[in-house]
C-alpha cells in the first residue's frame, strides 16, 4: 500500500449493507467511475472534491454524502492533508431507484442529526456481535436520507403503537439467547424496521437492542454467579463471545465478568453453599474454647 494510505473493507452480516469502507488517503484520486450501490459518505477529516452529473460539489465536515447507484462521479482530496472518510454502500432495500433523481440534485445533506446517525452504524459495525443495533440505526438513516429525498410535504408525527411495542419486547424476550435481526422481528410483526424502532423507544425510553443487551446482561449475571465460566456466559446469553460479553458488561455493571464473578463472597459461589466455614472466622468452627 502506498504511502500515505490506509483502507479497511469488509461485508457485515447486516441486511441493506453490500459492504463497509474505511479510508485514509493523501494523494489518491478517484477517476470517474460508478457503483451499483448507494454510496452513502462522512468524511472525517479533510475535504474532498467530486463531480457528479457534470456538477462540481464538496463534501462539508458536517455534511452526510449520498451518491445514487449508476451515475458517474469522481473525487480527489479538497486539501493538502488528504482526506479520512467512512463510506456504506447500500443496496436499494434501504433506498428505492425513484430517488435517484432527487439524490442527484442535493447529494450533499447538511444535517447533523443524520450524519451522528450515520457514524453510529459505522460504530455499531466495526465489531460483531452488534447487529441488531447497527440495524436499529440504519433503519432510522434510511428514514431521514428518505425525507431528504422525497418531496417537500407535510408529515404528521409519528403516532405511538404501544401494542406494536409490546409485541416486539415479548419477542425479544423470547429470544434473548438467540439472534435477532431486526429484518426478522419486522416480517414476524408485520411493520416497518424504522417503525417498529421508534414505536419501541417511544414506548419503552430504550432502544430494541438496548433493550435486549440489559436482558442478556441480567441473565449472565445470574449465570456468573451460579459459577458458570465467562466463555460458557457468552454463549449461553446470546453475545458473539466472551470479548462481546466483556465488552457490554463493564460498561452495564462497572467491572468485568470476572472480577464481578471473583466478588462473590466465598460462602455464595455455587457448590460452596452448605459448606462448613473452615477459615477460622466462623462460628462453625469448634476447635476454639474462646
Known sequence: MAAGQHVAAWRPRVPGVTEVFHARFTEYAYPMHVHEA?????VDAGAVRYDLDRHEHGTPHDAVTLLPPHVPHNGSSATDGGFRKR???LDGRLLPATLIGAAVDRPDLRDPLLRRRVAQVHAALT???EELEAESRL??????LREHLRPRV???PPRPDPVLARRLRELLD???AEKVTLADAAAVLRA???HLVRAFSGAYGIAPHQYLTSRRIDRARRLLLDGLPTAETAAATGFHDQAHLTRHFRRLVGVTPGRYRAGTPRAHRAGDVGRPDRSGSGTGDSSRTG
Open 127 to 129: 465489531g460483531p456481535g
Open 192 to 194: 416497518h424496521p424504522a
Open 38 to 42: 448507494w454510496t452513502l459518505l462522512i
Open 87 to 89: 463510506v456504506l454502500y
Open 139 to 144: 433503519a432510522l438513516v434510511g428514514e431521514r
Open 154 to 156: 407535510a408529515v404528521a
Open 174 to 176: 423470547a429470544r434473548v
